[in-house]
């Protein structure tokens, strides 16, 4: 029963994340990933070498969650690399064990390797239990470190409340 509603949540979270298809929905986008960048940076200097020495990185300005006992979440982003903007993802998760509640905040997805980065862009790339999201504070990233994957994750949250002590998946699709 669980699972059935795990994979309803799922995908109506999925169904929600799809890429912005408008001009005016894309421009907006890069807006908010932008701005969401800079209050990041501005929480934490160290991320700039840090985002300086990656292949590449995603930006996800607004990621909402939420769920009871099973859980999904999703946000639309930006890619970059080499500091500039090269398309569009979608971030999709879900969650089963003790979660209770809702949020949403901002997350940033950086890439190491060239590897991983073209892994990323040909296809679907699911990363849950292998990332753990740092809080974005001063000196953040200073301290992290790539995990095997090559990949480094932080989070900005930007309201609500959840208690999350659970399983969770988290999958990025681009779509240039």
């Known amino acids: 029963m669980k699972a059935i509603g795990l994979l309803a949540a799922f995908g109506l979270m999925v169904g929600c994340a799809s890429a912005p298809k408008a001009v005016s929905e894309r421009q907006q986008l890069d807006q908010d990933a932008r701005q969401s960048l ?5 929480r934490d200097s160290s991320l700039r070498p840090l985002l300086d ?4 990185y995603i930006i996800f300005p607004r990621v909402k969650a939420g769920g009871f006992i099973v859980g999904a979440g999703a946000g639309k982003g930006v890619v970059f690399k080499g500091g500039e903007p090269i398309g569009y993802a979608q971030l999709s998760k879900a969650e089963v064990g003790a979660v209770a509640g809702g949020q949403e905040y901002a997350e940033l997805v950086v890439v190491k390797d060239p590897q991983t980065f073209e892994k990323m862009r040909n296809g679907n790339f699911d990363f849950g239990a292998q990332a753990s999201a740092v809080i974005i504070h001063s000196g953040a990233a200073d301290t992290t470190s790539f995990g095997a994957n090559g990949i480094a994750v932080y989070v900005q949250p930007r309201g609500g409340a959840m208690l999350n002590l659970s399983l969770t998946g988290q999958r990025i699709k681009f779509t240039m």
């Open 38 to 42: 800079a209050q990041m940076q501005q």
């Open 53 to 56: 020495q990656a292949t590449g």
